[in-house]
């Protein structure tokens, strides 16, 4: 195979192009590491809602997709979604971009899953995985509101990326933190650290709330500069 599918076979393109019933895709589209944890995580639920023994192997094709996030061979800029070095999901896994990570793409309770479900070869793996993105996320919160920015370094000071654009603020991305966190306190690990996480989020939007909304969306990760007014999250 080419250097493009070792390195991300069984990836999934983040977007499309749709013509009539057909969607192009551009060759060098990147994954969106968030949607291929998400794509695992529901063939694992599907799996034990209806069993992989009819149409579609869900299992399987959870398994393919979760041993290619760990294992997949880096080539041409291309590098698998979890970092080996950093033990975490990266931003997207190519060029400069795998260098840094998006706090909303780090899914414990997912990891938890792969590791139950998926291949025992790499269930160890999965679970330090987990371990690392609990620790990431109060690492990456702002101390005093707990909000996250859109993208941080591994180390979890906040970055804008490559663009340049604002993402060193609790925007878009962001708004999806909390509800990892949430999940995975109720599924597997109801971390104290994360709790305390989770807290300083209703702390801090407690004096924001309009009706059947936020006053506002999107904030530095200080709380100062609100702008955006309410959001669908």
Known sequence: SDTATTAWK????????????TVNFGATTV?????????????????????????VNYRQEADNISAAMLHNTAADSRNPIIHAAQNMVVFVPYGASNEFTDPSYHLPAFYE????????ADATKWKSVATTSRAYMAQSAHATTGLHPDYATFAGAP???????GHDQFKYDAWRVVMNM???????SQSPALKTQIEKYHAFFADKLGTNNVTNAL????????SGGGSTA
Not at 31 to 55: I, M, Q
Not at 113 to 120: D, H, V
Not at 182 to 188: A, G, L, Q
């Open 10 to 21: 069984y990836y999934f393109r983040w977007q499309g192009t749709v013509s009539g019933s």
């Open 31 to 55: 994954p969106a590491p968030d949607g291929d944890e998400y794509f695992t995580a529901a063939l694992y639920l599907a799996d034990l809602r209806w069993g992989s023994a009819g149409a």
């Open 113 to 120: 899953l792969f590791a139950l479900r998926g291949p025992a």
């Open 159 to 165: 970055t804008t990326g490559s663009a340049g654009d």
């Open 182 to 188: 949430t999940v995975d306190y109720v599924w597997f």
């Open 219 to 226: 904030f530095a990760v200080d709380g100062s500069n609100p």
